[in-house]
């Protein structure tokens, strides 16, 4: 894995979040990355942190001020959720096994263990089980797939191995082309040069008006600033119990 993280250092890109060890901070970014890309996450990040610089200041900040930080991520339960992790962490310090936390799987608990802590497990998304799949040449799932991620980690590099996988698999080796002659591991891999992508099958185009997730966004923008949010009394109803659901509005 050597020459894997060789490769890292010459294109690894200078994001924030990859300048600190602060749990915190790494989990703000983490939870912002987990549905939203990394270039348009930085600025949010830099506000976000600036407005609650630490889990104290998160959890003790209003909902409404948070959403508003929030404001143009979308999920907004992502949000709420990390402000329920920040509350955990100001009340009980931060639990060994990070998936404690609301909002915290598997893979956000080892990235930012990793980053933060130097702990020794693989984070795995799909990108990284795509490049260990083709790498080992074979398909992998739960605790095979954490096993074989958790062998490749080279001791002590924890963080940088999983930044460099999560860049290879979003950069080399993707689910729509595979780079075998620029990547570092086309020596050592058992599927170089012999991918076979499946063409991409066409998908019906969703106008973002007639999503759930649009309807969300008018209707806890008329319950925080009064605005109409336009919507027909069934689709309001039904985006209003989501929200409750999601602890985003009391209930009524
Ligand atoms: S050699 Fe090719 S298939 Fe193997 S990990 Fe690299 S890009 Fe993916």
Redesign the pocket.
């Known amino acids: 894995m050597t020459a894997l993280l060789d490769w890292y250092e010459t294109v690894k890109r200078p994001l924030p979040w990859r300048e600190t060890r602060d749990p915190y901070a790494l989990l703000v970014s983490e939870v912002m990355l987990q549905q939203t890309q990394a270039a348009r996450v930085v600025p949010y990040y830099e506000a976000f942190l600036g407005r609650f610089p630490t889990a104290e200041a998160l959890a003790a900040a209003p909902l409404e001020e948070v959403l508003k930080a929030w404001s143009g991520l979308g999920y907004n339960r992502r949000g709420l959720a990390l402000q329920r992790a920040a509350a955990h962490v100001a009340a009980h310090g931060w639990p060994e096994d990070l998936t404690e936390l609301p909002g915290v799987g598997p893979y956000t608990a080892a990235a930012v263990g990793s980053f933060a802590w130097d702990r020794q497990t693989a984070a795995v998304d799909t990108n990284v089980r ?2 260990l799949e ?2 080992l040449g074979r398909p992998l799932t739960g605790r095979a797939l954490q096993s074989a991620a958790d062998a490749a980690v080279p001791p002590g590099r924890a963080a940088d191995h999983n930044q460099a996988m999560m860049e ?1 698999g979003a950069t ?2 993707t689910a729509r082309v ?3 002659g ?5 020596a ?8 076979q992508i499946a063409p991409k099958r066409p998908r019906k185009a969703v106008r973002f008006e007639d999503t759930e997730r649009y309807a969300r966004g008018r209707v806890l923008r008329s319950v925080l600033h009064g605005e109409p949010d336009g919507l027909d009394p069934v689709r309001r109803e039904r985006a209003l119990a989501g929200l409750r659901a999601d602890g985003l509005v009391g209930a009524r």
Do not use: K
């Not at 620029?182 to 086309?186: A, R, W």
């Not at 891999?189 to 991918?195: G, I, L, N, Q, T």
């Open positions: 795509r490049v083709r790498t290879l080399v080796c595979a780079r075998c620029s990547c570092p591991l086309e050592a891999c058992a599927s170089a040069h012999r991918v």
